[in-house]
């Protein structure tokens, strides 16, 4: 294989092919995509709950997962041959809430051009009867929102790349990066050396480690764990065609997954970059607030568990953009839990800045690394 490329990308998951595609909509093909294990979006990208919901207490996030929404709803012509969202809705629920705070997200989602209301008690217990209704007084309800299809998305992106010329690398581990007159060069990896203008940090839990190799600023984007688990629902419900509920008061969502429920508990838990495994005290734990909001749905055996990593920035917005300190080292970092959300425009505003230097998808600075300033940690 050649050693030399203009893009080098680190990381196959969502956020590097995202990347690889949208260079190829901008023209570059000349783009090599490393990816450590032996298949694409084996972490993060690979373990999510799926999940469309544009609403986020963030507003730069909330931006990034409305315009991420769009795309997800409407791809490019031959980009899927499946749909990328099925739009069974998304369910919030609230406790003793001011009733004008939820009517005014709505409001704000309205203006964004997503549909959103308030649902009262009964609505909510009506859409799915398990829940206690003396557990909640109402809910956002996203009827737009809902299930991606995280297959047909990844591999949409890595097809019309490699159509498109770039050259995709799996079982490729980055062990140095090569700096040159102060500029990153290129990256020593198990499969050899390779050369380019951009490397391009797409690593997801292991992006820190990537930009310690580059001696990049030491932006502090931690790994934090997110647990799921799939069970069976009682007989008597059918529950396929349920929105995801969500409550914070309970720290936990629910939402139909093959034929039955899967659960998470919204836990966090930072920890350094591995191959997470779920803890069976976090489970147990949940199971105990799922029997206070919907005691029917607990169920006797569960099916699978698993658990993933969700990388956080200290801001919790992500990082996008050249690093101020090793240039040529580019940050497409710290998207957390809505990476696959919002890879649609976070994608596009990476190649962008890689082609142009600037954008006008977005407020760009808002991404950049440089806003940790000098020496942050």
């Not at 079982?171 to 020593?188: D, M, P, S, T, Y």
């Not at 069970?231 to 929105?243: G, K, Q, S, T």
Request: proline content about 7%; aromatic content about 6%; hydrophobic content about 45%.
């Amino acid at each position: 294989m050649r050693s030399h490329f203009e893009v080098i990308i680190v990381g196959g998951g969502i956020a590097g092919a995202s990347l690889a595609y949208f260079l190829g909509e901008r023209g570059v093909a000349d783009v090599l995509l490393l990816e450590r294990e032996t298949q694409p979006g084996y972490h993060a990208s690979g373990r999510s709950a799926a999940l469309l919901c544009e609403i986020d207490p963030i507003p730069l996030v909330q931006q990034l997962k409305v315009l991420g929404g769009a795309f997800l709803r409407r791809p490019p012509a031959g980009f899927s041959d499946t749909p990328l969202l099925d739009p069974t809705g998304i369910m919030l629920l609230f406790q003793g809430a001011d009733g004008r705070a939820p009517q005014g997200i709505a409001a704000t989602m309205e203006r964004m051009g997503v549909r959103a209301e308030v649902l009262e008690r009964a609505a909510v217990v009506e859409r799915v009867p398990p829940l206690e209704a003396k557990e909640l007084d109402g809910a956002l309800w996203l009827p737009d929102d809902g299930h991606i299809d995280v297959h047909a998305l990844l591999w949409g992106y890595l097809r019309h790349a490699k159509r498109r010329g770039a050259v995709q690398q799996f079982g490729a581990e980055v062990l140095g990066v090569r700096v040159e007159g102060g500029r990153c060069v290129g990256v020593e990896t198990n499969a050899g050396t390779f050369h380019g203008r951009w490397v391009v940090d797409a690593a997801g839990a292991w992006a820190g480690k990537v930009a310690a190799l580059a001696q990049a600023s030491p932006i502090a984007v931690v790994p934090h764990r997110r647990t799921i688990v799939t069970f069976a629902p009682p007989a008597d419900l059918r529950v396929d065609r349920w929105p995801l509920v969500e409550s914070d008061a309970h720290s936990l969502y629910f939402a139909p997954e093959s034929g039955g429920l899967l659960l998470s508990p919204m836990d966090e838990e930072a920890m350094e970059p591995c191959d997470a495994h779920p803890a069976e005290e976090v489970i147990a734990a949940v199971m105990e607030r799922l029997a206070v909001l919907a005691p029917r749905l607990v169920p006797r055996a569960i099916r699978h568990r698993w658990a993933g990593l969700r990388t956080f920035a200290p801001d919790r917005v992500p990082v996008v953009g050249e690093d101020p300190r090793r240039p040529g080292f580019f940050w497409l970092a710290g998207q957390g839990g809505f990476g696959i959300e919002s890879s649609g425009i976070i994608g596009a505003i990476a190649a962008d800045l890689i082609v142009d230097g600037k954008t006008a998808r977005f407020d760009a600075s808002a991404l950049a690394p440089g806003r940790f300033g000098e020496g942050h940690q």
